[in-house]
C-alpha cells in the first residue's frame, strides 16, 4: 500500500517535498513514479525512478524544476518540487512501474490515494 504526503498550498515560485510510503514493503524492485491529475485534465506523467536510483524521467513540464528521489531503506519515493507555478495544481499520485510505456498510468500498479498540491497567490 502506497501512502503519499506532504501536498498544501503553496505561492507561486514556492517549493514542497511530496512523499510516498510503501506501508507492507512492496515497491523495493519497483521503478517508481509519480503523476498527477487536475479536475477535467487527463492523468499526467510527472517523473519516474528505477529501482536502484540509477536512472530518472521526467516530464518536460517539470524538468529543471522537479527532482525524483528514493531511499528504499525507508521504502519511500521523493518528489521535490521548486518553482513551483499555478499549473502545476493538481492531485499527485504514486505508483509502482509495471511494463510498457513509463509515461502511461495503464503501465502502473500499487497507485496511492493522492496528495493536494495547490500553488495560489
Known amino acids: 500500500q502506497l501512502v503519499e504526503s506532504g501536498g498544501d498550498l503553496v505561492r507561486p515560485g514556492g517549493s514542497l517535498r511530496l512523499s510516498c510510503v510503501d506501508l507492507?514493503?512492496?515497491?523495493?524492485?519497483?521503478?517508481l513514479g509519480w503523476f498527477r491529475q487536475s479536475p477535467g485534465k487527463e492523468r499526467e506523467f510527472v517523473a519516474l525512478?528505477?529501482?536502484?536510483?540509477?536512472?530518472?524521467f521526467y516530464a518536460d513540464s517539470v524538468k529543471g524544476r522537479f527532482t525524483i528521489s528514493r531511499d528504499n531503506a525507508k521504502n519511500t519515493v521523493y518528489l521535490q518540487m521548486d518553482n513551483l507555478k499555478p499549473e502545476d495544481t493538481a492531485a499527485y499520485y504514486c505508483?509502482?512501474?509495471?511494463?510498457?510505456?513509463?509515461?502511461?498510468?495503464?503501465?502502473?500498479?500499487?497507485w496511492g490515494q493522492g496528495t493536494q498540491v495547490t500553488v495560489s497567490s
Open positions: 505508483a509502482a512501474y509495471v511494463t510498457g510505456s513509463y509515461y502511461v498510468g495503464a503501465s502502473y500498479t500499487y
Open positions: 507492507v514493503s512492496t515497491i523495493a524492485s519497483y521503478a
Open positions: 525512478i528505477s529501482w536502484d536510483g540509477e536512472s530518472t
